[in-house]
């Protein structure tokens, strides 16, 4: 049973930053790419940031381009989201997801398994 846990949502100022992390169960961890979306309520899951397998390629969605960074430590099965100047419209549940396979990717439906989800809350 593959387990996906995201830790560091809350609430913060625009402007502040926040760090999310996600913890992953698989022994595959090493050679699946990761993903994070983020969801409000009444609209589809939309992508975040995403990184391949090695860490050697990440892609972000433009509205977070500059601001947030993806990263991960093989090592520990883990990713983050490092999210800096965050603004209002950032607000959102966050999900990680893992992919069956190396390379990164934009839409839901390429991952295979997801974290419940934490709340990221941006106040004005």
């Known amino acids: 049973q593959v387990q996906l846990v995201e830790a560091g949502g809350g609430l913060v100022q625009a402007g502040g930053s926040l760090r999310l992390s996600c913890a992953a169960s698989t022994r595959t961890f090493n050679t699946h790419a990761m993903g994070w979306f983020r969801q409000v309520p009444g609209k589809e899951r939309d992508f975040v940031a995403a990184?391949?397998?090695?860490?050697?390629?990440?892609d972000y969605t433009d509205s977070v381009k500059g601001r947030f960074t993806i990263s991960r430590d093989n090592a520990k099965h883990t990713v983050y989201l490092q999210m800096n100047n965050l603004k209002p419209e950032d607000t959102a549940v966050y999900y990680c997801a893992e992919r069956a396979t190396y390379g990164a990717n934009r839409y839901p439906q390429a991952y295979a398994y997801w974290g419940q989800g934490t709340q990221v809350t941006v106040s004005s």
């Open positions: 990184i391949s397998a090695t860490g050697g390629s990440a």
